[in-house]
């Protein structure tokens, strides 16, 4: 019995010894793949001016859904996942008045035609007046809000986590209509910011369509897939499109994740080209390029009407960037540790660098050569750029 037991153990270390190279598996002290870390910053030379004008403490809880500031002629508004809602003057940063809202906020902010908008994790879109944010009016969607409500003046466009786009009169709050895409079993956290461009409203859903939506009726002009899903297994099909899509001359331009970039005629409503790219993050248009962020942070600058990817700039890899802006034909994006970075949107090399925060960079909104910019410590700034 000793004997067999003594045979069997030296046979089964023989068999791991001769076939070591087959059962890589075993290797639990780690495999032949290099992690890869957040790149280190180079220096760089520093060609426009970052100007720190004031900040603000905002609060600090993480939100669950996107929120930005938001400008509004001379001022600035924003409001944190607790409800906390801020009024500011742009100019010197002064705190015109704050109210307490009450609601979980995981959507917003659009300030326009005297009104500011947000969602909230219950489904509600709010309304308020810009003068003192009493509110004007609440209504109720079909699922979570985790973007922004947005309006053209005459209606409120909300898109929910379920896939339904719905559309509500800006002065009662009365829905006008719904639309319902479908949405896959399994999905990312987070969806696109509806556009309203050129009389339609442009967005993009979870199952890698995008949709072009009449906003007085809520009538589908086309529904077109930016990608197909083909993956083996259902994380391979997550095709979600989250960040914003650009539409300028008559072209539509999104992006997904695990799929492509895509341009499609709006005229003809059919695709002009398209690339391999996976991300999440907003699409934004500069000098010609449609500059897009892949899912290693590496920035990519595709020439409008060729699709061809002029310039790569992997000085930001892995390094947590938040999605872009455009600043007067330049780029801008945040990281992980607290950097702004400005970036030539014709050849993608860095102009302009500055250290805002011991933390993340969250959001940015430009308005002119003004970034208004928030981190995960709950801090607001405003900085100019010259």
């Not at 957040?38 to 001016?49: A, F, R, S, Y």
């Not at 959507?107 to 944010?133: H, N, P």
């Not at 939506?213 to 002009?221: E, F, L, Q, V």
């Not at 992980?336 to 400005?342: A, D, K, R, T």
Request: aromatic share 10%; hydrophobic share 40%; with cysteine.
């Amino acid at each position: 019995m000793y004997m067999v037991f003594k045979f069997s153990v030296v046979f089964f270390l023989s068999l791991i010894l001769i076939s070591c190279t087959s059962l890589s598996w075993l290797k639990f002290w780690g495999d032949d793949e290099e992690v890869e870390f957040p790149t280190v910053l180079e220096n760089i030379t520093q060609k426009v001016n970052i100007i720190k004008l004031w900040d603000a403490k905002v609060g600090k809880v993480q939100s669950l859904g996107r929120i930005s500031p938001s400008f509004s002629g001379d001022n600035l508004y924003y409001i944190n996942p607790e409800g906390e809602l801020f009024a500011f003057e742009v100019a010197n940063g002064r705190k015109l008045w704050t109210r307490e809202t009450n609601d979980q906020v995981s959507g917003g902010l659009e300030s326009r035609f005297k009104k500011i908008l947000y969602a909230t994790l219950d489904g509600e879109v709010v309304a308020l007046a810009q003068e003192d944010g009493r509110e004007i009016w609440r209504a109720q969607a079909t699922s979570e809000i985790l973007s922004s409500p947005v309006t053209d003046g005459n209606v409120v466009v909300a898109q929910g986590a379920d896939g339904s786009i719905t559309g509500f009169d800006l002065d009662t709050g009365d829905q006008k209509w719904i639309h319902q895409a479908s949405v896959p079993s399994l999905s990312l956290r987070g969806t696109s910011v509806p556009v309203l461009r050129q009389g339609f409203i442009f967005t993009g859903f979870a199952n890698g369509t995008v949709a072009m939506i009449y906003p007085a009726s809520g009538a589908i002009r086309f529904e077109l897939p930016v990608t197909i899903n083909e993956g083996t297994s259902e994380l391979e099909r997550i095709v979600d499109i989250d960040g914003k899509v650009v539409v300028a001359n008559d072209v539509l331009f999104s992006a997904s994740y695990q799929g492509n970039i895509t341009a499609i005629d709006l005229l003809q409503g059919k695709p002009i080209w398209q690339e391999k790219i996976s991300t999440t993050k907003d699409l934004v248009e500069s000098r010609s390029r449609i500059v897009a962020i892949d899912e290693k942070d590496i920035i990519k600058g595709f020439g409008f009407s060729s699709g061809v990817i002029l310039w790569q700039q992997e000085g930001l890899k892995l390094r947590d960037l938040s999605s872009p802006v455009n600043v007067r034909g330049n780029i801008v994006v945040g990281d992980f540790e607290g950097y702004i970075h400005v970036l030539d949107s014709t050849d993608g090399s860095f102009i302009g660098r500055k250290k805002l925060s011991k933390n993340p960079i969250l959001e940015i909104s430009s308005e002119g050569n003004k970034l208004a910019i928030t981190d995960n410590s709950g801090r607001l700034f405003f900085l100019s750029i010259e």
